[in-house]
Each structure stands twice: as C-alpha cells, then as structure tokens.
T-cell receptor, first 110, second 114 residues
Framework: GQNIDQPTEMTATEGAIVQINCTYQ??????LFWYQQHAGEAPTFLSYNVLDGLEEKGRFSSFLSRSKGYSYLLLKELQMKDSASYLC???????????FGAGTTVTVRA | EAQVTQNPRYLITVTGKKLTVTCSQNMNHEYMSWYRQDPGLGLRQIYYSMNVEVTDKGDVPEGYKVSRKEKRNFPLILESPSPNQTSLYFCASRGAGSYNSPLHFGNGTRLTVT
C-alpha cells in the first residue's frame, strides 16, 4: 500500500514561487503524478516522474528522489489562476494502482 | 473531443433508493476507475476495471457495484445508498499501452444522500 503526505494549505503572492512537498512510503514504486484541481472541477494532469531528477514544463517543475520517497512540485511566476488544490499520486509497481494524497490547497494573493 | 462523461452532475436522493451514476469515455481506453473524494481524505478508489468484463475492488468498495459490459461504459451502482456515501464522485480512464499515461477524469458527480 501507499502512505502519501503533503501539506494541507499554502499561501503565496502573485509572481512568487511556491514549492509543494510530497513524501510517500510504498511497497513498490512505479511513478509519481501531480494533478491540479480547481474547486468543484475534475483533476487535470500536470506532470509525471519515474526517474530521479527534475522535469520542467513551463512555469511548473516536478522533482523526484526515489531513495528519499520525496517529490516536490514547483510553481513559478504564480498567477491568480494557479489557486487550486494540487494532488500528489503514487503508482504501485505491482498492480499499477494510483493512490492519491489528500491534496494541498494553494491560495495566490495579489 | 476526447473526454470522460459522467451523469448526473448533481444528485440528491434518499436512503435506500437505488441509483446509478453513468460514465462513458470516447478514447478507447482499457482502464477505467471510480473514485470518491471527501474533505481531508483525498481521492479514494472504489472500483476499477482493466478491460471489458474485468472489475476489481479498490480501497473503499463497500456499498457499491460496477459493471463493464462495454469498453466505453463503466456505471457505478449504489443498491441501497446511505448518508455516508454522500460525496463527490469521479470516473477516470487511461490507456493501457503506455505505463506513464495519466488518468483522464470526468467532471464529477456530487451525490447527497439524506
């Protein structure tokens, strides 16, 4: 099974940078996903990491350290529309099941 | 447009009255899954299906049923809903060909059981 932890809430100012950490414990690891979810809407895919290191996609970057069971999502040049919940999800190596953390609500203030 | 379609978006019902939430995807995905989302608990998997006629329990299957008679449809059935099944439900799908393929989610069904 999976045990996934991420902070509940974070607040940042427009134009700033925010880093959302995710730690996990798993019996078998087969990739980590980050999703963005605006209030009342469906989660949408942001990034995927399976090897150690940094994946960059425009203003968003995601980092993975498998040995530490740790990932972070970095949001740069924050915009008001980035106010949302960010979900960390880990896939199991044996059944490919995706388990989600409770999500981190990011509030961007002007 | 590639999408996962759930219906209805909102549903209010009473305890014990059977209901079905439909889910359909037009991407020819093999894998489909149902999640419920509750405050502070995140998304929890109810049931999933690897392909037609193949379904398995997720983390919280009690009180739910599913079927997968066709590839595109994966309905969620609550035979006798109870108030603790009040939640936000999401259907999701992904292709089986690529190991890193992300889940595509429907727009959600907000269910209230009184």
């Amino acid at each position: 099974g999976q045990n996934i932890d991420q902070p509940t809430e974070m607040t940042a100012t427009e134009g700033a940078i925010v880093q959302i950490n995710c730690t996990y414990q798993t019996s078998g690891f087969n990739g980590l996903f980050w999703y963005q979810q605006h209030a009342g809407e469906a989660p949408t895919f942001l990034s995927y990491n399976v090897l150690d290191g940094l994946e960059e996609k425009g203003r968003f970057s995601s980092f993975l350290s498998r040995s530490k069971g740790y990932s972070y999502l970095l949001l740069k040049e924050l915009q008001m529309k980035d106010s949302a919940s960010y979900l960390c999800a880990v896939r199991d190596a044996f059944d490919y099941k995706l388990s989600f953390g409770a999500g981190t609500t990011v509030t961007v203030r002007a | 447009e590639a999408q996962v379609t759930q219906n209805p978006r909102y549903l209010i019902t009473v305890t014990g009255k059977k209901l079905t939430v439909t889910c359909s995807q037009n991407m020819n995905h093999e894998y489909m899954s149902w999640y419920r989302q509750d405050p502070g608990l995140g998304l929890r998997q109810i049931y999933y299906s690897m392909n037609v006629e193949v379904t398995d329990k997720g983390d919280v299957p009690e009180g739910y049923k599913v079927s997968r008679k066709e590839k595109r449809n994966f309905p969620l059935i609550l035979e006798s809903p109870s108030p603790n099944q009040t939640s936000l439900y999401f259907c999701a799908s992904r292709g089986a060909g690529s190991y890193n393929s992300p889940l595509h989610f429907g727009n959600g069904t907000r269910l209230t059981v009184t």
